[in-house]
């Protein structure tokens, strides 16, 4: 054989491993791991935020678009007269936008709250002073502004309670006597002027003082329209709780 020959058989199994300077597969793999193992802090720290990504991903729901309403700036009291300045724009999502809620394009200006509000919550049009104070009552329901003996002593109610609705009058027109009639019975009472309030608003007049809205039904509502005008109209508080309706003589 010659030397030609033989120096080619050499070179043969050379060149099927790689080129010369090459680095090989086990080479790179010994690189790699020793970065690895120089930076193993810096690795396990990024696999560690990743992980806390993916948690927090898993965990948030889908973006959903908010709206806009309105929410008390700060503490207003039952009666106040609504000003740009005393609710401001609060987005929420649209699963906590509470039924009749106010909104940038209600006109609530010049309205008044039939109840207080804290600071930030979000007032519906069942606390202003109005037709949605009838809200959730049952059908036909009226609102009925009535206007007691006593103006002082609406100072002991407020929205909410429940009263009984007294005439009182003379036994007749020469006799001395009186004699009391229950006009209506277990009546809510929707506003007070004890509130603060005027009844320009809703009511039609500027003089408010003594004045008590309620609710009543059709039949009470008949009966209770005028009333003031027969006698003197009292009201007795009464226990909603108590099936025997124990009451306390007020008004």
Request: proline share 9%.
């Amino acid at each position: 054989m010659s030397m030609a020959r033989t120096r080619r058989l050499q070179v043969l199994p050379f060149r099927a491993g790689g080129r010369l300077g090459a680095p090989t597969r086990q080479s790179g793999h010994r690189r790699f791991a020793g970065w690895l193992n120089h930076n193993r802090r810096l690795v396990v720290a990024l696999l560690l935020c990743v992980a806390a990504g993916i948690a927090v991903h898993q965990l948030t729901p889908p973006s959903e678009q908010r709206v806009t309403v309105l929410a008390a700036a700060r503490d207003l009291p039952a009666g106040s007269t609504l000003m740009d300045s005393d609710l401001k724009p609060l987005e929420v999502l649209p699963d906590g936008v509470p039924a009749g809620a106010l909104s940038p394009k209600t006109g609530y200006g010049g309205k008044q709250l039939a109840s207080p509000l804290r600071k930030g919550q979000i007032p519906t049009d069942a606390q202003l002073l109005g037709p949605g104070l009838l809200t959730g009552t049952a059908p036909a329901t009226a609102a009925v502004p009535l206007r007691m003996a006593d103006p002082a002593s609406i100072q002991l109610i407020s929205p909410g309670q429940v009263v009984d609705v007294v005439l009182t009058a003379a036994d007749g027109p020469e006799g001395p006597g009186k004699k009391s009639e229950l006009l209506a019975s277990a009546v809510p009472v929707l506003w007070t002027s004890g509130q603060g309030g005027k009844a320009t608003q809703w009511l039609g007049t500027n003089e408010a003082d003594g004045l008590v809205v309620v609710a009543a039904n059709p039949q009470q509502a008949e009966i209770l329209a005028g009333a003031s005008t027969r006698g003197k109209l009292f009201f007795v508080l009464v226990n909603p709780s108590d099936n025997r309706q124990s009451r306390a003589p007020a008004g």
